[in-house]
């Protein structure tokens, strides 16, 4: 006996994450008016500092050796306070376009950053939730011990991950990042997988008026 399932997530939730990486960009620029930051505001005190980030990722899926490499992309809203740490809520969504061979994992993530400012360089740790689909080749995936195969199952996420944000300038930066997930599957004896990821990407941070590039520059160094 053979059957395919295909388990699809919520159209909802999509949208819901979507919504909210729109959300928080336009209130991150309605909530800083630019006369307030250049005249009330001193260097290095509390602002509010939208980015926008794209990249490359390479994951080892946790099924069967299966690899993938996927596009990322997604938005930063950043609080600065002037003290030695920034932090910054954060919407990532990972698509795969290769090397789904065995299996191809895409989520949607939002989350929370902490970061330290030393200089140039910014060491990071990030916690997240979202939701994932993963989608399995062939005639799918076989839950063990039954005859039923999926093609497709959705999970919610759970993830941790770090990293360093090098500053190429006071709008430009590049990020190494390294991403440990956890999905629940129906397709292994655990129930889970345990995919790892490893990401660069290029950050491009929203400038604000009344803000010169040297100045954007300092609040995000803390000096």
């Known amino acids: 006996m053979f059957k ?6 919520s ?3 999509a949208k819901v994450l979507l919504c909210f990486g729109f959300t928080a960009l336009t209130g991150a620029l309605l909530l800083h008016p630019p006369q ?3 005249q009330a505001i001193p260097t290095a005190t509390v602002g509010i500092f939208p980015s926008l980030f794209a990249g490359a990722t390479a994951t080892d899926t946790g099924f069967n050796s299966g690899k993938n490499i996927a596009v990322t992309g997604g938005l ?4 600065y306070s002037g003290r030695r740490f920034e932090y910054a809520l954060e919407y990532r969504g990972i698509y795969p376009v290769s090397n789904g061979e065995v299996d191809r994992q895409k989520s949607n993530l939002i989350g929370f950053n902490l970061s330290t400012r030393p200089g140039r360089l910014h060491p990071y740790g990030d916690i997240f939730y979202g939701r994932a689909e993963v989608s399995y080749a062939g005639a799918g995936a076989e839950v063990p011990g039954t005859p039923i195969f999926y093609t497709k199952s959705s999970s919610s996420v759970i993830a941790v991950g770090g990293g360093a944000t ?12 390294a991403l440990f997930q956890r ?7 655990s129930g889970h997988l345990y995919p790892t990821s ?8 929203i400038r604000h008026r009344g803000m010169t590039g040297d100045r954007q520059l300092e609040v995000n160094r803390g000096k």
Do not use: K, M, N
């Open 36 to 38: 307030a930051t250049a």
């Open 183 to 189: 999905f629940d599957v129906p397709v292994t004896a």
């Open 198 to 205: 490893a990401s660069i990407d290029f950050i491009y941070r």
């Open 4 to 9: 395919s399932v295909s388990q699809r997530p």
């Open 11 to 13: 159209p909802q939730i």
């Open 76 to 79: 930063d809203v950043g609080f």
């Open 166 to 177: 090098f500053d190429l300038g006071s709008q430009f930066a590049l990020r190494f990042d």
